[in-house]
């Protein structure tokens, strides 16, 4: 079964601008969530999607969003980039019905630099 | 809300040297715990997982208890590799839901 694929994996922007990255979870998975990774902050949590509704956001500005489509894959937004957004921009997918979260697998990521 | 806290490193160890990489949590109710490892360049792998109180998780010779009595979920591995050089991520179940909050991450190096 195929992993967890994201689009594009290396990405360069200058500030101020938008940029969109994609993510196709695993066949059959319909939660899919989006984390930052920084060497300062970590691993943090942006948001989750389940049916195309999101279902929990993390603490981070208006700029980012996401949406999910029917056939599960999802994007993230950044709008007006900032120079502190260059991170590696990790997206995961679970089956994750209802409750508690279940086990999610990652991609490998998308390089974001902003310039 | 649900946090962890782990040893940052780095670790060095030996071929074949025992690893532990501490992990110790605080949280409401009783979340699933995990360990994630990360290879240079890559996204994050699940290690193994825990999701109640003294269930092991065990993966490719590593080991690590849900031991609630003293709120903590150590990463073991008997004797590790050079394989086996990479950044591991402890985390658990975010008590907003549908979400993981990690540590900072322990950076382990094997030399031969």
């Known amino acids: 079964k195929a992993g967890v694929t994201q689009t594009p994996r290396y990405l360069i922007k200058t500030r101020g601008q938008q940029v969109t990255l994609s993510c196709s979870p695993i066949?059959?998975?319909?939660?899919v969530s989006w984390y930052q990774q920084t060497p300062g902050q970590g691993l943090q949590f942006l948001f989750e999607?389940?049916?195309?509704?999101?279902?929990n956001k993390g603490n981070f500005p208006g700029r980012f969003s996401g949406r999910q489509f029917s056939n599960s894959r999802s994007e993230m937004n950044v709008s007006t980039l900032e120079l502190g957004d260059s991170a590696l921009y990790l997206c995961?997918?679970?089956?994750?019905?209802?409750?508690?979260?279940?086990?999610?697998?990652f991609g490998p990521g998308t390089r974001l630099t902003v310039l | 809300g649900n946090s962890v806290t782990q040893m940052e490193g780095p670790v060095t160890l030996s071929e074949e040297a025992f690893l532990t990489i501490n992990c110790t949590y605080t949280?409401?109710?009783?979340?699933?715990l995990f360990w994630y490892v990360q290879y240079p360049g890559e996204g994050l792998q699940l290690l193994l997982k825990?999701?109640?109180?003294?269930d092991k998780g065990s993966n490719k010779g590593f080991e690590a208890t849900y031991r609630k009595e003293t709120t903590s979920f150590h990463l073991e591995k008997g004797s590790v590799q050079v394989s086996d050089s990479a950044v591991y991520f402890c985390?658990?179940?975010?008590?907003?839901?549908?979400?993981?909050?990690f540590g900072k991450g322990t950076s382990l190096l094997v030399t031969p």
């Open positions: 995961a997918s679970s089956l994750n019905p209802a409750g508690d979260t279940d086990t999610q697998y």
């Open positions: 066949s059959g998975h319909r939660s």
């Open positions: 999607y389940f049916s195309e509704t999101q279902r």
């Open positions: 949280a409401t109710g009783y979340p699933s």
């Open positions: 825990a999701t109640k109180a003294d």
């Open positions: 985390a658990l179940d975010s008590n907003s839901g549908y979400a993981l909050n």
